[in-house]
T-cell receptor, first 113, second 112 residues
Framework: NAGVTQTPKFQVLKTGQSMTLQCAQDMNHNSMYWYRQDPGMGLRLIYYSASEGTTDKGEVPNGYNVSRLNKREFSLRLESAAPSQTSVYFC????????????FGSGTRLTVV | DQQVKQNSPSLSVQEGRISILNCDYTNSMFDYFLWYKKYPAEGPTFLISISSIKDKNEDGRFTVFLNKSAKHLSLHIVPSQPGDSAVYFCAARRQGAQKLVFGQGTRLTINP
């Protein structure tokens, strides 16, 4: 049982480049989330998907887009990366028998230079 | 507006003693509170939770206390062990919502 899988684990981008962070869960959870972690700021919600086919903005959505491809997969896209997007990104899922507690992936460390 | 606040960025405790991590919140609509633990290079993992209808929940060495009138909760770890060294996040859920709101985190260091 893999839980929540994020790829890649590390990435370095140049300013203006684009990339997509991938997330997949195998727990049949309905809800999925993307957070970013920055020093002193904790975990801030970027986007979330309460169920397949729906997405909503979180606290810090600017500069990002998301796609809920199916129930298992929720991707986060940076169209034109900026140094301010240097962060650690976590995907999480919740729902089903796990209730509303989250299961997190291991994170993607992104550096934009 | 930071609805969940952990005002201590770091805490250092001697092995075997009690660790107390604090969390304050502002939204009276929060009905469930959770603590997550995070090691370096890993995702946060669930530790313990408490419903707003309770004032205490215990799980082994970990106890969470909730003071609704003060909008304050705390996590007690007794006795503290070196493996408890990690970042601890407090989180809260608004009634009827699915998403969680997290605090800034507290880095706990257990010294031998």
């Amino acid at each position: 049982n893999a839980g929540v899988t994020q790829t890649p684990k590390f990435q370095v981008l140049k300013t203006g480049q684009s990339m997509t962070l991938q997330c997949a869960q195998d727990m049949n959870h309905n809800s999925m989330y993307w957070y970013r972690q920055d020093p002193g700021m904790g975990l801030r919600l970027i986007y979330y998907s309460a169920s397949e086919g729906t997405t909503d903005k979180g606290e810090v959505p600017n500069g990002y887009n998301v796609s809920r491809l199916n129930k298992r997969e929720f991707s986060l896209r940076l169209e034109s990366a900026a140094p301010s997007q240097t962060s650690v990104y976590f995907c999480a899922s919740s729902g089903g028998q796990g209730g509303f507690g989250y299961t997190f992936g291991s994170g993607t460390r992104l550096t934009v230079v | 507006d930071q609805q969940v606040k952990q005002n201590s960025p770091s805490l250092s405790v001697q092995e075997g003693r009690i660790s107390i991590l604090n969390c304050d919140y502002t939204n009276s609509m929060f009905d469930y509170f959770l603590w997550y633990k995070k090691y370096p290079a890993e995702g946060p993992t669930f530790l313990i939770s408490i419903s707003s209808i309770k004032d205490k929940n215990e799980d082994g060495r970990f106890t969470v206390f909730l003071n609704k009138s003060a909008k304050h909760l705390s996590l007690h770890i007794v006795p503290s062990q070196p493996g408890d060294s990690a970042v601890y996040f407090c989180a809260a859920r608004r009634q009827g919502a699915q998403k969680l709101v997290f605090g800034q985190g507290t880095r706990l260091t257990i010294n031998p």
